[in-house]
């Protein structure tokens, strides 16, 4: 008989496709589960680990959506699984690491039970050379797939599990929007809705514009269903997501903005609308004019400056300068006046000045952000950036971050001290990490917030009265009789 070809499910990443973009119309396709694969897990169990952003927290509402409707349970215990799968993250190299890391330490389970099917999804696979290194060093993995193709996963898994063989499917560039995809949310309370896919901006130092393609945007239909499905279903939160949502509706040409979904959103009337991740360069005045108008679009936004110097961000390629970005945040204070604004920055970017960098820190105190991401400049292979000549010690590095550091904590905890005494309303999620006895929340502007409190608090928005505001935090006594504005 002769052996079944199982080439179809061999595709590797290529990197230079990835960059490659078409002006073809992206179809809109049909997620709905084929019925032969909808007992595939049963008595099965699955294990899901997520690295990265939101963006990947909300792949994997969307790949635990597709193994539950197959029949798979959930375990937190990786001995229990008959699948592994690993959501990653290819934003720096210390992210990689740690998944390769992990992958690593339990490669011990695939001896124990050579039945185990263990995945790599995400990010980290639309790369070739970690793919290669894959295929090379960990043979124990049996399943690799992209961004691209997640709806693909019943089919995939199908012909790991039953046929024996090892499926690599990489799409290089983007397939399809897909639509009536099963999503296990992680809360019943706050929900990502995807609006935008991919990036057109290639940031010099940016992998993402390689790993999620080309911005393609959802219709306006399909977010607002979703969105008053969620009202309805009893959400108090959502949070449209992209790489740019900034960019939302440009690719459509149907004169449909980001100001005008963001409108509609609010108009539906959930009680907590938000939005991540925004570009500078896209975010326009009827944007900013939407924010100020309506109280339920929360008074936090995430501005990503990268750098506080010119030239840098030239060679960044982030299309704005310092003043430029200066001039939007001041429109957007003035616009919704107890908004806070947070921000990403990169340190010792290639052959950055000391100057340079100060300029940064000049950036930032004029700002004064109510907090930020900051890192060490990782190069990524396949960019611009990573071919730079780079010639700053990784000491210097370290001390350049270190100054920021002590700055960005001084202004968090101005921001965080600026609540002491306010009743503030909390989306309260949970239980905190550290102490179950405390119940651990958000405010509109983004602030968690830690209180003692009946688990019955868990899901509501509660009114609670800060009492001592911390660095990273917010201590507070819930308020049980609500007091109206």
């Known amino acids: ?35 032969k694969f909808l007992n595939l897990g049963k008595f099965k169990t699955y294990y899901l680990r997520t690295y990265g952003c939101q963006m990947n927290e909300h792949d994997t509402e969307i790949i635990a959506g597709i193994l539950e409707q197959m029949k798979f349970k959930r375990t937190d215990k990786p001995e229990e699984a008959d699948i592994l799968l690993f959501n990653t993250c290819a934003i720096r190299a210390n992210s990689e690491n740690k998944v390769i890391g992990e992958i690593g330490r339990l490669s011990y389970l695939k001896k124990f039970n050579p039945d185990i099917i263990f995945g790599l999804c995400g990010c980290m696979s639309q790369e070739s050379e970690i793919v290669d290194k894959i295929l090379k060093t960990y043979t124990f993995i049996d399943l690799i797939f992209g961004t691209h193709n997640i709806h693909r996963l019943p089919i995939l898994l199908s012909e790991a599990m039953f046929n024996k063989v090892r499926v690599i499917e990489v799409w290089s560039q983007e397939g399809e929007i897909v639509e009536n995809l099963p999503k296990s949310r992680s809360s019943q309370k706050s929900a990502w809705v995807n609006i935008i896919y991919g990036c057109d901006k290639f940031c010099t130092y940016c992998i993402v514009p390689y790993t999620r393609g080309k911005e393609r945007s959802r219709s306006k239909d399909d977010i607002l269903f979703e969105i008053k499905k969620l009202k309805e279903d009893g959400f108090m939160e959502v949070t449209l997501l992209g790489q740019n949502v900034n960019a939302y509706g440009k690719d459509l040409n ?22 991540t991740t925004s570009h500078p360069w896209d975010f326009d005045d009827e944007m900013v004019e939407i924010i100020g108008k309506y109280d339920n679009i929360m008074p936090h936004i995430h501005l990503p400056v990268q750098s506080g110097n010119n030239e840098i961000l030239k060679i960044m390629g982030r299309s704005y300068t310092r003043e430029m970005y200066i001039e939007l945040f001041k429109k957007l204070k003035k616009a ?23 300029d940064t820190i000049s950036l930032y105190e004029e700002c004064k952000f109510d907090g930020a991401f900051s890192f060490i400049y ?103 009789n609500k007091i109206e504005e």
């Open 1 to 35: 008989m002769a052996k079944k070809d199982f080439s179809k499910y061999f595709k590797k990443p290529n990197m230079k496709e990835s960059k490659k973009r078409s002006y073809l119309e992206v179809e809109k396709v049909d997620g709905t589960i084929d019925n």
């Open 254 to 275: 149907n004169n449909y903005t980001m100001a005008n979904l963001l409108e509609d959103a609010a108009k539906i009337g959930i009680d907590r609308v938000r939005f």
């Open 336 to 358: 919704k006046p107890n908004i806070n604004i947070t921000t990403d920055i990169i340190v010792g970017y290639p052959n950055e000045t000391t100057k340079q960098f100060l």
């Open 378 to 480: 990782s190069p990524r292979e396949g960019t611009p950036a990573a071919k730079m000549n780079d010639n700053i010690p990784l000491e210097v590095k370290k001390e350049r971050l270190y100054e920021l550091h002590e700055v960005i904590n001084k202004y968090s905890k101005a921001s965080y001290e600026k609540e002491k005494d306010k009743i503030v309303d909390v989306l309260v999620i949970g239980p905190s990490n550290k102490n179950k006895n405390i119940l651990a929340g958000y405010t509109g502007k983004n602030q968690l917030v830690l209180l003692p409190g009946s688990y019955d608090l868990i899901d509501n928005i509660v009114q609670v009265k800060i009492d001592k505001p911390r660095n990273t935090a917010l201590l507070g006594i819930y308020i049980e």
